[in-house]
């Protein structure tokens, strides 16, 4: 991604030619986007949506890429607080068309690009617990709360299990303990969620209805264990919410050409459905059947294509890079609602 020109900045967007050979082959996209596209930037308004493609389909990407990963934080006067995108040194963000008609629901799908790190987790690394120097990620999530407008960022100490962490109260909030967990569902305004990647999928699930958030980690071991259709369960539990109701999106992660797995074994029977062929496992298939069976509409689930691993321009991925940062994907419920979600417990 690059930005700049004689007649204004543009946003520039060019599809790795290995992605595309793998992606094409496996989703059988047609369309795909094979060379770089360039059009001019409105700062702070959508400015690149490309249809048909498998890089960027699923998405719309907000703001050029940050000009210099090296660059001090923005001031506080570069955030544009119309549109949350800093109007100085942007970072670029993806949103999903399912939930953007949403206004009371802010969410994005940060890329690799727009932070302080240096190699190897450039440059916008949100984990501790890579080996980065703990000053640049902060200065890291600094940037991302900026763009969510977010009284405060929470994470989660992500482990691979089935554990839901249930925000209810501000009380949750100001003990400060880091839940551990692999996904925190909530009803709380202002405070953005966030998820840590390098291949594991990101999903957000809204219920416009409760006004109701959840936002989770899931890897392979999550997708064994059924944690999307255990959230599902628990915001129904906690919430009253409809599982018809929900609205669920995938981001970025492992595709299917790129999940490789030598012992399929360590997987059920149930999954043998979604095996392309004796070691590659299509874990965004498996996700949309879990949600499927928990209940969702099939029109309110929206996966991305988009695969980490061939992406590594864009994302961070574990298996394509070994040493890597995290990326981020956060959604938080607008503090300017009218309504929020009550405890029907």
């Known amino acids: 991604m690059l930005f700049g020109g ?9 599809c790795e030619p290995r992605q595309v050979r793998k992606e094409a082959a496996v989703s059988g996209n047609a369309g795909v986007v094979s060379h770089s596209m360039s059009v001019p930037l409105a700062a702070g308004r959508e400015v690149a949506q490309f249809e048909g493609g498998c890089t960027a389909k699923d998405f719309s990407i907000h703001g050029p890429p940050y000009a210099d990963p090296m660059d001090p934080l923005p001031t506080a ?5 119309q549109s949350g995108i800093w109007t100085e040194h942007p970072v670029p963000h993806f949103r999903f068309p399912l939930v953007s008609p949403y206004p009371e629901l802010r969410h994005a799908v940060f890329t690799r690009i727009g932070g302080t790190s240096r190699p190897p987790y450039e440059s916008l690394n949100i984990s501790y617990q890579v080996g980065d120097k703990r000053h640049r990620v902060s200065r890291n999530l600094a940037r991302i709360r900026g763009i969510l407008m977010a009284e405060r960022l929470v994470t989660m100490r992500q482990v691979h299990g089935t554990e ?6 501000p009380d949750q909030l100001r003990r400060r303990a880091t839940p551990v967990a692999d996904a925190i569902i909530t009803c709380l305004p202002g405070i953005a969620v966030v998820v840590r990647q390098a291949d594991c999928q990101g999903v957000i699930l809204y219920d416009p209805q409760r006004r109701v958030l959840g936002v989770v ?6 997708s064994v264990a059924g944690i999307l259709i255990r959230v599902v369960s628990r915001m129904k539990e906690a919430f009253g919410c409809n599982p018809g109701d929900l609205l669920a999106c995938i981001g970025p992660s492992l595709g299917p050409c790129c999940a490789e797995f030598v012992d399929p074994a360590i997987f059920p029977q149930g999954f043998r459905e979604f095996w392309r062929d004796s070691t590659h496992l299509d874990l965004k298939a498996v996700s949309r059947h879990q949600l499927l069976q928990a209940g969702l509409g099939k029109d309110h689930i929206q996966i991305s294509h988009i695969c980490t691993r ?8 574990y298996r394509g890079e070994g040493i890597t940062g995290r990326f981020a994907t956060a959604a938080m419920l607008d503090p300017g609602g009218q309504r929020h979600a009550t405890d029907h417990r």
């Open 77 to 81: 006067n570069a955030l544009d607080t």
């Open 217 to 222: 980690h899931c890897g392979w071991r999550g």
């Open 310 to 317: 061939c992406r590594t321009d864009l994302f961070f991925s």
């Open 6 to 14: 004689s007649d204004g900045p543009h946003v520039t967007i060019a």
């Open 164 to 169: 839901v962490a249930v925000i209810r109260s």
